[in-house]
Nanobody
Framework: QVQLVESGGGLVQAGGSLRLSCAAS????????MGWFRQAPGKEREFVAA????????YYADSAKGRFSISRDNAKNTVYLQINMLKPEDTGVYYC??????????????????????WGQGTQVTVSS
């Protein structure tokens, strides 16, 4: 049974930092690209960042460039999302997702929610102003 378990969310003041983690089990982690998405209250889930299975390529939403950093540790079956200079508009539930990587894909592939095979339950991030 595949499980993706996010952690590291919480309440933080604007300007602060958080490091989200997503621990994967029940799959061959190194075969999967990993993505982070978020869903703000009343809004649709949106792409934040993705990292291919080797970790060599990363992709970011425009809103995440410069403040967010995605990384992975294949030995620990874990993907991370470092968020710096948090803003109130970063508030939402952050989800990690796994995408079985069969070959080379363009960046647009990793931005699409329906490309991902497995999802975690999410971790809440709340940024106060």
């Amino acid at each position: 049974q595949v499980q993706l378990v996010e952690s590291g969310g919480g309440l933080v003041q604007a300007g602060g930092s958080l490091r989200l983690s997503c621990a994967a089990s029940g799959l061959t982690f190194r075969d999967y690209a990993m993505g982070w998405f978020r869903q703000a209250p009343g809004k649709e889930r949106e792409f934040v960042a993705a990292i291919i299975r080797s970790g060599l390529n990363t992709y970011y939403a425009d809103s995440a460039k410069g403040r967010f950093s995605i990384s992975r540790d294949n030995a620990k079956n874990t993907v991370y999302l470092q968020i710096n200079m948090l803003k109130p508009e970063d508030t939402g539930v952050y989800y990690c997702a796994a995408d079985y990587q069969r070959g080379y894909y363009s960046e647009s592939h990793y931005r699409r929610i329906d490309e991902y095979d497995y999802w975690g339950q999410g971790t809440q991030v709340t940024v106060s102003s």
